[in-house]
Antibody, heavy 121, light 108 residues
Framework: EVQMLESGGGLGQPGGSLRLSCAAS????????MTWVRQAPGKGLEWVSV????????YYAGSVKGRFTISRDNSRNTLYLQMNSLRAEDTAVYYC??????????????WGQGTLVTVSS | EIVLTQSPGTLSLSPGERATLSCRAS???????LAWYKQKPGQAPRLLIY???SRATGIPDRFSGSGSGTDFTLTISRLEPEDFAVYYC?????????FGQGTKVEIK
């Protein structure tokens, strides 16, 4: 069974940092792109970043470019999101999701349950 | 950035009725790289349709997608109780990928 388990959410200070992790199981992790999507309380979905299966292709939303870094460790079946220079508007549930193929421009067919990030002083 | 506009914002229907949801893009979506997701309260999204018209694994055939270019449609032929939810379209052909703002299908 395909599963993703996010962790690392919590309270972050404005201007501070947090690192999210997503532990994946049930599939060959390195064969698939992975993404982060966030959802502010009561709002819609916002795509954040995507990384191809081998890690060679990465894209970011304009709202996080230069502040967030996506990475993956295929030996540990784990996806990461390093979040720096946090802002109040980064407050959201962060989902990791599995792509349907190796390449970055794909839809996402399995999702974790999300981890809540709250940015507040 | 491609902006996706979904309409209507809310659709009030009864079980058994047909639902038609629209997603309009601000520019052509490359290779019909358009997906639809369903999200129920407190749950993660679920992929329904990709490539504008292909059903994802395990999705019943009452869900169908159509369209190309800038205009796309998700149709639910006969609403079941579990279909009342929020639906999002997403384009994944251009970076940044983008989602529409969602259409809520509620029980009338």
């Amino acid at each position: 069974e395909v599963q993703m388990l996010e962790s690392g959410g919590g309270l972050g200070q404005p201007g501070g940092s947090l690192r999210l992790s997503c532990a994946a199981s049930g599939f060959t992790f390195s064969d698939y792109a992975m993404t982060w999507v966030r959802q502010a309380p009561g709002k819609g979905l916002e795509w954040v970043s995507v990384i191809s299966g081998g890690g060679g292709t990465i894209y970011y939303a304009g709202s996080v470019k230069g502040r967030f870094t996506i990475s993956r460790d295929n030996s540990r079946n784990t996806l990461y999101l390093q979040m720096n220079s946090l802002r109040a508007e980064d407050t959201a549930v962060y989902y990791c999701a599995k792509g349907v193929r190796f390449t970055a421009m794909v839809p996402f067919d399995s999702w974790g349950q999300g981890t809540l990030v709250t940015v507040s002083s | 950035e491609i902006v996706l506009t979904q309409s209507p914002g809310t659709l009030s229907l009864s079980p058994g009725e047909r639902a038609t949801l629209s997603c309009r893009a601000s520019q052509t979506v490359s290779s019909s790289y358009l997906a639809w997701y369903k999200q129920k309260p407190g749950q993660a999204p679920r992929l329904l349709i990709y490539g504008a018209s292909s059903r994802a694994t395990g999705i019943p055939d009452r869900f169908s997608g159509s369209g190309s270019g800038t205009d796309f449609t998700l149709t639910i032929s006969r609403l079941e109780p579990e279909d009342f939810a929020v639906y999002y379209c997403q384009q994944y052909g251009n970076s940044p990928q983008t989602f529409g703002q969602g259409t809520k299908v509620e029980i009338k």
